[in-house]
Every structure is written in C-alpha cells, then in structure tokens.
C-alpha cells in the first residue's frame, strides 16, 4: 500500500525537549559557568577567592577531566573541567543547577548537545520533572538549530527504545515513520498482508506467530530529488523478540523491547537528513515484526526463501533479525543506491567483543570506514571497526539450502551475522553496518541509563560531509 503521509495519527507521545534549551547571547541576566581546560584549573583556582576554594575543597573536587560542581560565590555558579571536544562536559551541570539563565565564561564548543541532553527524561510511565528548564545562553547562534535537531534525533532514539513493548509494535514504528513523512513532505509505503509474504517471505516468516494487531510490515520512507544521489537507511524493527521457538530465558527476553533500536537509529538519521535538506533521494526501509510464539510460528529447520531468490535453513528463530534484514536490504539495492547504511541491534556477540558503548562497524568500502570511524572518534561517537572476514563465509553452508542463517559454535557470532547480510547487499554498493546495543546499562552525565542513540551523530557528520548542501 503506497499514500503520502497526510491523516492526524502519531507515535507515542515524545519527550518534551524545549527548543528554548538554548538561546542567543544578547546579554541577558545570567549566571556564570566556568568551562575550564584541564591545564588551566590550577591558575583559575589560584585567582578564586578563599571562599571558593573552600567550597570546592570540601566537594573534593580536583579539576579531573569531564568533572563539574555548583558552588556559591554571591549567586550559584557551575564549574566544568573540559576535556578536548566533549560534547558531555557541561551535562553534569544541565542535570543538577537548579532552573535558570546561565552562560559559559568561554567558548561552549560541542558541550552545547551535552548540556540539551543533560535535560532529557523519560517520563512516559512516571510523573514528569516539574523543576523547570536550565537554560544556556551562546554567541554561537548559527549553530543552536543543528545542535537542537541532533539533540531531538538522539531523544526519538532513546523515546522509542525505552517505551515498552505493549506501547511499540510495528504499527506504533509504521506512526513514527508517519510522522516523519507528514512534517517532511515524504511518500510512505507500507507493505503487509499476502503481498508481503510474497514479496518480503522472511520478514512474514519471522512475524507471522505475532496476533493480528501487530502483523508483520515492511515500511519505507522516500524523499528529496530524485536527480540527486540515491542513499538508503535500514533499521531492524523486532518490536519484541521471544527468540521464536528456540525461546529465549527469561533473563535473556528482559530488554527485548530494545531489540527494534536499529529502527529507532534509521529513523533518526532519516529525520536528521531531511530537517538538514542534504542534497540527497533517502530511502529508509524498517522491517518491523514481532517474534511471537504461536501455532504458526517460523520453526529450526525450516526452509525460507528470500526476496533475493535465496533459500536459508533456519537454523536458530532467535536470529531473526538479519532474516528480515536480508529482505529489506534486497529492496533497498534494487533502487541502485550509492551508499547504504543499516543499523540493527544484531547479535550478543558484539557485546561480548566490544561492550554497550561501543558498537562494530562493518564494511568492505576502505573509504567508508576511514569516514565513519575519523567521524566518530572526533564527535566522542566511537565505533570500532570489525572484519569482514571472508573465509567465514563457509560456515554459512547448508546441507540442503543456499545458507543457514546461524551457524553452529557460537564462533565469531558478529561477523558471521555481517556476512549473512552482505549476501544481499550489492557489491557494487557502498555499505556499511552497525550492530549497535541501543542500551546504556550504565548512567553517565547526559547519557541516562536506557535506550540510546549509538553511532548515529557519526552517519550524519558523514552523510553531510558527503552530500553538502551547496
């Protein structure tokens, strides 16, 4: 079924992130932010009065990297020690001044996200923060609209994973991605129903058991010129994931609300792509299902075939994910892109190579890598580059189809994942791939414990490094 974007309906209700977060610097009454350099805290605390040092001392604060503390100096002030472009150095402050006006007493620089993400909250489920807005004043005004935008994009990530699964099955993404045509002027197609099962076989296959309210989708987004170059975003969108038939143990099922946070991350980018207006045609592609268990459900040993004309043993109904993939990337290279970015919270294994924060990068484009990583360490948006290592390619064989689409062990989990996906993937496509986790098991300053946002400020800095506007 293919319609523009035009009826009322929405996702779920977003996290109220003010664009007043920040504003220009018009010499407004504020309070003062010390934004220091590491080197240069021992001279400013040396022109501080006995008062202030007093009141830092008894906070045990030593002017360590990427630490901050209020003190009271005739009004409240804040101190940041500032590492080399961190973008969380003012987040600790957003997150304990009391509400208000302030500026920095320096160059904000990249601590400007931090201190708009020090304000978010997740407060769907629970009572909201009624303390009020701290508000940052900056002489960079030019730059507030992209810092805002990046800023909305991360929080759409973190909404969308942290609401919980009886909240968001595929017709809640197929709302979100709505939204998103209707304010950006998009087509939107979405494929369901007997056309799906015969045109997108694994996607049906892995959400066919799901009840009939959240049947099995294939929603894509399209925009922009079509004269300009051809990108596209694939987002993997398991609502909830049991692990099918080979079920999960109960510990194993407790975040799997999470596991539709690729989606989360394409969506994002997509909305980032268009609020930018790059110069590009973006296809954005979510398989979204649900790996239910019922009478109907996809089983271990069955044959499936694929949108690509593959067959695969389905060895394991817990790897889902790069089945429905598969069929959504086979999509997204008929349009003949030049460049294809998907995101997936794909396999446990990168978890257990890298950890939650940082997330592998797969791709066989040299200069594609170079780009995302060089993006990445410079925005304190890390990944962490991982083989595409072709001699794998064996334990994907199969006795009786083209491939099996787990293979025995356990070896090399990720990479095997990878190279299950780049059987679709046209090889004369620029493709990159990020199994990212969309979790953050651990609070950090701005970075609340939850769903997060992964490698995806990195993708933009490439995608508009790339396709400048002109």
């Not at 935008?149 to 991360?154: F, Q």
């Not at 396999?347 to 990068?361: E, F, Q």
């Not at 791709?363 to 993006?375: F, S």
């Not at 006795?399 to 993937?425: Q, S, Y």
Request: net charge negative; charged share 25%; proline share 7%.
């Amino acid at each position: 079924m293919a319609r523009s974007a035009t009826n009322n309906s929405s996702c779920s209700r977003p996290t109220d992130m003010p664009d007043t977060l920040l504003q220009p610097d018009r010499g407004q009454a504020a309070r003062t932010i010390d934004l220091i350099a590491p080197d240069a805290y021992d001279a400013w605390l040396g022109g501080q009065p006995q008062r202030v040092r007093t009141a830092l001392a008894a906070q045990r604060f030593t002017g360590k990297a990427g630490s901050a503390a209020v003190f009271v100096d005739e009004d409240i002030h804040g101190i940041a020690i500032a590492g080399p472009a961190d973008p969380w150095s003012l987040a600790k402050l957003a997150e304990t001044l009391p509400a208000g006006t302030y500026r920095v007493a320096g160059e904000i620089g990249p601590a400007a996200l931090g201190w708009v993400l020090g304000q978010y909250r997740f407060d769907r489920y629970r009572r909201p923060d009624d303390t009020g807005p701290r508000i940052l004043l900056t002489r960079d005004a030019a730059g507030i609209e992209e810092v805002l935008r990046v800023a909305a994009a991360t929080a759409l990530v973190r909404d969308l994973v942290n609401t919980g699964a009886g909240d968001l099955g595929p017709t809640e993404l197929e709302l979100a991605a709505e939204k998103l045509a209707r304010e950006h002027h998009a087509a939107l197609t979405v494929t369901r129903g007997d056309t799906l099962a015969a045109d997108y076989p694994m996607i049906h296959a892995v959400g066919q058991a799901a009840v009939k309210e959240r049947h099995p989708r294939l929603i894509e987004l399209e925009w922009g010129d079509p004269a300009h170059p051809r990108i596209a975003l694939v987002g993997k969108g398991v609502v909830f994931d049991t692990g099918g038939l080979d079920i999960k143990p109960s510990a194993g099922m407790r975040l799997m609300k999470k596991d539709m946070g690729g989606a989360a991350h394409a969506l994002a980018l997509a909305s980032l792509v268009m609020a930018a207006r790059l110069p590009v045609r973006l296809h954005l592609l979510i398989p979204a299902v649900e790996n239910a268990i019922a009478g109907n459900a996809f089983r271990p040993g069955d044959v499936l075939r694929s949108r690509a004309g593959l067959t695969v043993e389905n060895t394991n109904t817990d790897a889902e994910g790069r089945l429905i993939l598969g069929d959504a990337l086979t999509k997204a290279g008929e349009g003949k892109p030049e460049l294809i970015l998907d995101f997936a919270t794909l396999t446990g294994a990168a978890r257990v190579a890298l950890g939650p924060d940082l997330p592998p990068l797969f791709t066989d484009d040299e200069d594609l890598a170079r780009d995302i990583l060089a993006a990445g360490d410079a925005l304190s948006d890390p990944l962490w580059r991982m083989p595409l290592w072709s001699a794998y390619d064996d334990m994907l064989k199969s006795d009786i189809a083209d491939m099996v689409n787990a293979p025995d062990g356990g070896f090399a989990g990720a990479v095997t994942a990878a190279l299950f996906l780049r059987r679709f993937v046209p090889q004369d496509v620029a493709w990159a791939h990020m199994d990212v986790f969309a979790w953050r098991p651990t609070a950090k300053p701005g970075r609340p414990k939850g769903g997060e946002a992964y490698a995806l400020r990195a993708c933009y800095a490439v995608l508009k490094a790339r396709y400048p506007r002109g």
